[in-house]
């Protein structure tokens, strides 16, 4: 009977508005790919580092979002995720916050000039990415630090609980940091415990469960080229 079904749908919006319960957030359980495994690995899983830039160079991704109460842009899986690890840190005591993210062509030129200009190339090669070198043009990258912000940009970051928390769980949520110490001569960056890059839950636990520092390593690895195909179904 249309009315009283009409009634029940109203009972039912006054109830769900008094105890404020709604449809819970989309939470994907693990056997459920994301949309950006699904949609679109080459992006998820494309390598820039100091060798291999973006491509295309000016590439911009289409569905960035604002991190919330920041100017700080990040594409919109990357920030779902990002909150579903910030909760989880807080349940563990720990505070974070987002202190970088996507970062065009331009803006990384800007940085880099910069850098050559009151530094000299060698100093600026060491810290700052040249354009379109940037991980954080895929707008898959975020810097993060502690809300006591006692360690902002520096190495001791890594050794804060927060920044301890964030190297054991990152995997979980799909990040990884592109940076590691062991890594310094492969990388060529110094050691950067707050850059986290997004490659989806997939393959940063099956990196993280097999030992892989590096994106560049897993996806070189040849016995791995099938492990991803099978991960993401063969379409990265
Ligand atoms: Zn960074």
């Known amino acids: 009977m249309p009315v009283a079904r009409?009634?029940?749908?109203?009972?039912?919006?006054?109830?769900?508005a008094v105890t404020g319960a709604g449809p819970a957030p989309a939470q994907p359980s693990p056997d459920e790919e994301t949309s950006l495994e699904r949609d679109?690995?080459?992006?998820?899983?494309a390598v820039v580092t100091k060798q291999v830039p973006i491509s295309p160079l000016d590439y911009e991704p289409d569905d960035l979002?604002?991190?919330?109460?920041?100017?700080?842009?990040?594409r919109a899986e990357v920030r779902e995720q990002l909150e579903r690890l910030?909760?989880?840190?807080?349940?563990?005591?720990?505070?974070?916050?987002?202190?970088?993210?996507?970062?065009?062509?331009?803006?990384q030129a800007g940085t880099?000039?910069?850098?050559?200009?009151?530094?000299?190339?060698?100093?600026?090669?060491?810290?700052?990415a040249r354009p379109g070198h940037?991980?954080?043009?895929?707008?898959?990258?975020?810097?993060?630090?502690?809300t006591?912000?006692?360690?902002?940009?520096?190495?001791?970051?890594?050794?804060?609980?927060?920044?301890?928390?964030?190297?054991?769980?990152?995997?979980?949520?799909?990040?990884?940091?592109?940076?590691?110490?062991?890594a310094r001569a492969l990388t060529g960056f110094a050691y950067e415990p707050w850059h986290l890059r997004y490659v989806g839950p997939r393959v940063?636990?099956?990196?993280?469960e097999r030992g892989v520092l590096l994106l560049t390593s897993y996806l070189g690895a040849s016995a791995s080229s099938a492990r991803i195909g099978e991960l993401l179904g063969s379409r990265g």
């Open 112 to 128: 880099y000039d910069y850098w050559v200009r009151h530094y000299g190339r060698a100093a600026a090669d060491a810290t700052s």
């Open 148 to 182: 006591t912000g006692e360690c902002y940009l520096e190495q001791c970051f890594g050794e804060t609980a927060e920044g301890q928390w964030v190297a054991e769980h990152a995997h979980e949520f799909g990040f990884l940091l592109s940076y590691p110490s062991a």
């Open 40 to 45: 679109d690995p080459a992006h998820l899983l």
């Open 204 to 208: 940063a636990t099956d990196m993280h």
């Open 65 to 74: 979002v604002t991190w919330p109460g920041t100017d700080y842009r990040m």
């Open 86 to 107: 910030f909760a989880a840190a807080r349940e563990d005591g720990h505070g974070l916050r987002v202190i970088s993210g996507y970062r065009s062509y331009d803006t």
């Open 134 to 146: 940037s991980e954080h043009q895929t707008g898959l990258a975020v810097d993060l630090d502690s």
């Open 6 to 16: 009409a009634l029940a749908a109203a009972c039912l919006a006054v109830l769900l």
